[in-house]
């Protein structure tokens, strides 16, 4: 379940990535900035007012925290300047332990550097970052490519100067905004500094909670460009439950100005529901930043009865009144029975009701959805947006990143070879090809097909991204099961050697054509490039980055519709013997579910490339699909003739596709 290679190594990672389902929300941080006579970036803070305020630099959300204020410490400064649109940020940095990487490897992570993350749009609706990661030796540019800013950013907006005195480091910044920079208006701000020891530590901290800053606009605090001479008004209240409810509260309530749609911040809640928050004079609406949120994997709707709005005097303390929301558990959608037994009118209704209703739950952009019922298509239908800022909707013919429900498709093209004795399954495939990348390892030696398409070639799923992007093994081949993609790109290059064919050509024969498979592509071109859907991290669109080259463990594009040929020439046993298809569903290896948050209630395992599971409803095959920001699911129920297939282009799909089985075939978990 490969992660495509174009997600950033350079800079902070998925370890600070928040997993939860987030909202269009900032994290709770505000500050101010204030109008700044002539200011020099020249790393010397004389010229800054000496009664600017200090931000603490005092979230640590590494798993490695400072250990005193020596080790590391420091606090943050802000204003502006309208006549050259710029921001200014002042950071001064405790550290007894400063290092630098001169090497010719210097990465984010091997010294001490800084990384400021801006939305300057700071829209309601969603907009991007552009981070700028700078140390003496490395400087890089991360941009939403969607946001008209973020996507123009380059390193002439800025000017940098840093400064050592002692164990102290000062960094001054400037970034020009442009028509960004109004008076009056909140933007999204926030950084990491990041701290590396000479015992070979390395922590992070920045100003607010939330991690992936580089990326993520909801994990960045808000900055409020205030005039000259304005007195802020402090904002304190109460948000709670209509009723007692063991249900943790959000994390933020958000405060919307009344008369100026391009101010608004979040103000964080404390474990019993309070908040403060220092806000210029006016009116505004205190809400939830969203109705749904998630506590203890389950999903809540709290939506607010009537809207609560208060004036804020200027150079005074308003109190607003309480913010009193019910809370609900979000409606239980799966039936008693799955649908797909008796499908009507009134049911293709349901499920358009359901998976609209997934989608709002968990801000999926869209999803390509197709059934079989007695063995052939009997619903199709497209939901949602391909581009979830530009807004172009999802059509029949646009085409999702299929992940690793490519694996099968490749495997029967495997198994069709195999029958006519072009490949063997059980030939070690060094004795077609030896593999240089783990030559070193005599065991590889005795990997065949057979294990790859079963998953035991002891590879890892993808080799580690080090220096070296060394491959090994985890296990000797045959004897553990050990989800893989390495094995089937080995696999790949076997089937091209002896063949004398590319890949694409392979599968253009032996899978496309036969079961006329159209509207499918493994590589670049035209016409995927016309059709393909955008990715999604959490709402934001990512890059069309499209293979180059096909990939057999993830690079299949296409679309629910069409898929269901592949299922339904699987369900009908044609193409392959008999004996071939009793041997692609049987057992060829036991999962290891010590590490599910939830185990699987019937017998489940792997077949040949194909998962398999033994329901009340008879034998199912099926894949699943992760490409990070594409995910999928298909799964065909043997006995009972009838499946889906479900395409989606968001990180936040998974509860969709758990369900989805249970909506349609097998109902309610039994207790």
């Known amino acids: 379940m490969q992660v495509r290679s174009s997600i950033r190594t350079i800079s ?43 931000y603490l630099i005092a979230m640590n959300p590494s798993d490695t925290k400072p250990k005193s204020e020596a080790d590391f410490s420091g606090f943050f400064q802000v204003g502006y300047r309208l006549d050259n649109q710029s921001l200014y940020v002042a950071f001064t940095i405790t550290d007894d332990d400063f290092i630098e990487d001169t090497s010719r490897n210097v990465r984010w992570n091997t010294q001490d550097g800084l990384e400021v ?73 926030d950084f990491h500094v990041f701290d590396k020891d000479s015992d070979g530590s390395f922590s992070w901290s920045g100003w607010g909670k939330g991690g992936a800053k580089y990326m993520d606009p909801n994990s960045l605090g808000d900055i409020i460009l205030m005039p000259a001479t304005a007195r802020l008004s402090t904002v304190s209240g109460n948000m709670h439950w209509d009723k007692q409810a063991a249900v943790k509260l959000p994390g933020e309530v958000r405060l919307h100005a009344a008369a100026n749609p391009n101010l608004w911040v979040e103000a964080a809640l404390d474990s019993l529901g309070n908040y403060s928050v220092a806000v210029p004079p006016g009116k505004y609406g205190i809400s939830l930043p969203d109705p749904y949120f998630h506590n203890d994997d389950k999903l809540y709707v709290a939506t607010q009865k009537a809207p609560l709005t208060i004036v804020a005097k200027a150079g005074q303390k308003t109190i607003a009144p309480p913010l009193i929301v019910p809370v609900t558990a979000a409606p239980d959608l799966i039936p008693d029975k799955g649908i797909l037994h008796d499908l009507t009118t009134a049911g293709t209704k349901q499920i358009d009701h359901f998976i609209e209703t997934y989608r709002s739950y968990y801000k999926i952009p869209g999803v390509s959805l197709a059934l079989i019922k007695d063995g052939k298509l009997v619903y199709h239908k497209t939901y949602g947006v391909s581009n979830a800022v530009t807004g172009e909707k999802v059509n029949d013919n646009t085409l999702f990143e299929a992940a690793s ?25 060094y004795e077609y090809l030896p593999y240089n990348d783990i030559e070193y390892d005599e065991r590889y030696k005795l990997i065949t097909a057979r294990h790859v398409l079963t998953h035991r070639t002891g590879f890892p799923n993808w080799r580690s991204m080090n220096a070296d992007n060394k491959l090994d093994l985890k296990f ?6 050990g989800y893989s993609g390495e094995g089937f790109e080995y696999l790949k290059m076997v089937v091209e050697k002896i063949t004398g064919k590319n890949v694409e050509q392979v599968l253009q024969e032996e899978v496309i054509e036969p079961m006329g498979l159209y509207h499918t592509f493994f590589s670049k071109n035209d016409s995927l490039q016309r059709m393909v859907a955008y990715g999604h991290y959490d709402g934001r669109p990512s890059k069309n980055d499209l293979p180059e080259k096909p990939g057999m463990a993830y690079s299949m594009h296409t679309e629910a519709r069409i898929f269901t040929r592949f299922m339904l020439h699987l369900l009908e046993q044609k193409g392959l013997k008999a004996e071939t298809y009793d041997t692609i569903l049987s057992k060829h290896s036991e999962y290891n579910f010590d590490d599910w948050d939830k185990k699987p209630t019937v017998p489940t395992y792997m077949g040949m490339s194909l998962e398999i599971r033994e329901t009340p409803w008879g034998k199912t095959f099926g894949h699943g699909g992760n490409n990070g920001d594409f995910k999928c699911r298909f799964e065909v129920y043997k006995d009972q003739k009838m499946g889906y297939a479900i395409f989606t282009n968001s990180s936040t799909s998974d509860p969709l596709l758990q369900n989805l089985n249970k909506f349609l075939v097998e109902g309610k978990d039994k207790e």
Not at 165 to 188: A, D, F, H
Not at 476 to 481: K, L, M, N, V
Request: with cysteine; hydrophobic share 45%; aromatic share 10%.
């Open 12 to 54: 902070l990672l998925a370890a600070v990535t928040l997993l939860c389902i987030q909202s269009l929300a900032h994290n709770g941080s505000v500050a101010h900035a204030y109008p700044l006579g002539k200011i020099t970036i020249d790393g010397n803070l004389g010229d800054w007012p000496k009664d600017a305020t200090r």
């Open 117 to 189: 993350s801006v939305d300057a749009r700071h829209l309601l609706s969603g907009s991007g970052v552009a981070s700028f990661l700078y140390t003496k030796h490395l400087k890089y540019i991360n941009k939403a490519f969607f946001d008209p800013f973020a996507n123009a950013a380059s390193w002439d907006i800025t000017e940098i100067a840093v400064t050592r005195q002692g164990n102290t480091r000062l960094y001054e910044w400037r970034i020009q905004l442009g028509k960004e920079m109004v008076v009056g208006k909140s933007l999204g701000f």
């Open 405 to 429: 429900i490519t694996k099968p498709v490749f495997a029967y093209a495997v198994e069709r070879l195999a029958e006519r004795g072009v490949i063997n399954l059980d030939k070690p495939l």
């Open 476 to 481: 000797t081949p045959g004897t553990s099961f």
